[in-house]
């Protein structure tokens, strides 16, 4: 079935710091969808992406659709506290399929 | 705006047991899903619903799990007879049709001892 390999696994950073994380499938989508999860809540849509090579800004959110149609990446840039959770990346028909998710710690 | 609204939040059960999940969606939305994660596999979807007829369930783990749309404002999933490896957080989310946006609901927390 189709997979959604998602890394790092978890990441731990001061505040201030920069972010990257990415995903990559084993198909080809049309649509790249990033997630994030606070605590005890259910997941948020941060960035669509509906072009390859489409990239995608959201304050300090970044996201890209790669070329191939394979993968995306997600950059958050001079992290902040609030942006500890789970950050998933997901494939888009009707359903979705997730990847695995990264977990972010951020230090103050 | 009320989102997507599940109860109960947290359900603790002993094996064996009829659990029932419960879910309103999102006034307008005509797609319903139901998911279930675990640490070992993620968000899984199990069941979605359009206009109220379910479309897909194969992601159900097996018989002992059941879904029902009686109505576009409600729906649930009913675990029978309910086993500890069930235990995980159950989330409903929403969809207005041709919108990859869903809004996920709370999640329910299952314990099955």
């Known amino acids: 079935g189709q997979q959604l390999n998602q890394s790092p696994q978890s990441m731990f950073i001061q505040e201030g710091e920069d972010v990257s994380m990415n995903c990559t499938s084993s198909?080809?989508?049309?649509?790249w969808l990033w997630y994030k999860q606070d605590p005890g809540e259910g997941p948020v849509l941060l960035i669509a992406l509906y072009k390859a090579g489409e990239l995608t800004s959201n304050g300090r959110l970044t996201a890209q659709f790669g070329i191939t149609r394979k993968d995306s990446f997600l950059n958050i840039s001079a992290s902040i506290p609030s942006d500890v959770g789970i950050y998933f990346c997901g494939q888009a028909g009707t359903a979705l399929i997730f990847g695995k998710g990264t977990t972010l710690s951020v230090s103050s | 705006d009320a989102g997507v609204i599940q109860s109960p939040r947290h359900e603790v059960t002993e094996m064996g047991q009829e659990v029932t999940l419960r879910c309103k969606p999102i006034?307008?939305?005509?797609?319903l899903f139901w998911y279930r994660q675990t640490m070992m596999r993620g968000l899984e979807l199990l069941i979605y619903?359009?206009?109220?007829?379910?479309?897909?369930d194969s992601g159900m783990p097996e018989d002992r799990f059941s879904a029902k749309m009686p109505n576009a404002s409600f729906s649930t999933l009913k675990i029978q007879p309910s086993e500890p490896r069930d235990s995980a957080v159950y989330f409903c989310?929403?969809?207005?049709?041709?919108?990859?946006?869903?809004?996920f609901g709370p999640g329910t927390r299952l314990t099955v001892l």
């Open positions: 198909s080809i989508f049309n649509t």
């Open positions: 619903f359009n206009n109220n007829v379910p479309i897909d």
């Open positions: 989310a929403s969809s207005r049709g041709g919108n990859y946006e869903q809004f």
């Open positions: 006034s307008g939305h005509d797609y």
